[in-house]
């Protein structure tokens, strides 16, 4: 019997999220339909704020040369994809609806940790790709929304590594493990990959998942050539530490400050802290924190 869902991978329709530092997006020429986003959040390696992210309409396989193309302008505009950087593959999944949903979580829980060794997942990205979890999937089966899908705490970790919120949002799923490349062959071969991996799912495909070249046989997909791991710099990391430590001490104030709100970072500076927190609409504020008699009190908003 022919299985309707044995879909071939080139037949997909897929996006990608190329994101990018530097460079003179503004001045590069799209091709049509293509969007530039000039407020993104990667940082250059002297912390300052100069992300864009480029991204294609939804197209298939045979369409690839557009990214070939568009790569080659941002790599000559002077661009370039460092260790703040990610690209993120969508794929649309509307062939198999929402009935397959399930099956996209139970593969996600085998098979993530191998796709993300696979890619080589940078340690200092994983806060924005965490795992879905086994609580994830029982509170899906007790109520299929997309807030099942979606890590609380950080607004950098709501979307899971295999994020299968997005099909709620677009019809996708999203696949957030690669490190940032503006390489032809390691962007194509993290799309292969993603493209082979929703049609083997798809059909009902069960995948090995002891060992990274097990999987991408399997998968037919390549078994390297996908952007290599770009360590953050020492600076960068102590930041996020010095972050950390400070999460559970500025929560509460986050929380009186905007009910429901969550920290996105915190930052030092001249006259203390600025704290950035994101309510439930997706929209940022920040604040001046100063020190004062043991306590951190608002000295301004930004």
């Not at 994809?81 to 794929?91: E, M, P, R, Y």
């Not at 807030?147 to 709501?158: I, N, T, V």
């Amino acid at each position: 019997m022919t299985n309707p869902n044995k879909i071939d991978w080139t037949e997909l329709q897929f996006g990608v999220e190329i994101e990018f530092v530097g460079g003179t997006p503004k001045e590069i020429e799209l091709l049509p339909d293509w969007v530039m986003s000039l407020d993104e959040q990667q940082i250059d390696d002297t912390g300052e704020e100069s992300g864009s992210e480029l991204k294609p309409p939804p197209m298939k396989w045979a369409q690839r040369d557009q990214i070939r193309l568009m790569l080659e302008r941002l790599r000559a505009s002077g661009a370039a994809a460092n260790w703040s950087c990610g690209l993120h593959v969508h794929v649309g999944i509307e062939l198999y609806g929402q009935p397959a949903i399930p099956s996209f979580i139970d593969a996600a829980v085998r098979s993530q940790d191998t796709m993300r060794e696979l890619l080589q997942t940078s340690e200092d990205r994983l806060i924005y790709c965490p795992p879905i979890t086994e609580q994830m999937r029982e509170q899906y089966h007790l109520n299929p929304v997309s807030d099942a899908l979606r890590h609380k705490g950080r607004p950098q970790s709501h979307r899971c590594g295999i994020n299968l919120a997005a099909w709620f949002d677009i019809g996708t799923v999203e696949y957030r493990y690669a490190n940032g490349s503006l390489d032809d062959e390691e962007v194509l071969n993290t799309i292969e990959l993603c493209l082979r991996f929703t049609a083997a799912i798809g059909a009902g495909q069960l995948l090995p998942n002891d060992a990274p070249e097990p999987f991408a046989r399997a998968l037919g997909a390549p078994l390297s050539g996908y952007p290599p791991i770009q360590s953050a710099p020492r600076w960068y990391k102590e930041r996020i530490w010095l972050e950390n430590a400070l999460l559970p001490a500025l929560a509460p104030l986050a929380q009186r400050l905007i009910p429901g709100s969550e920290i996105h970072h915190i930052l030092p500076s001249a006259s203390g802290l600025t704290l950035a927190i994101e309510d439930v609409e997706g929209i940022m504020h920040r604040f001046q924190l100063r020190l004062t008699a043991g306590e951190w009190e608002v000295a301004g908003r930004l």
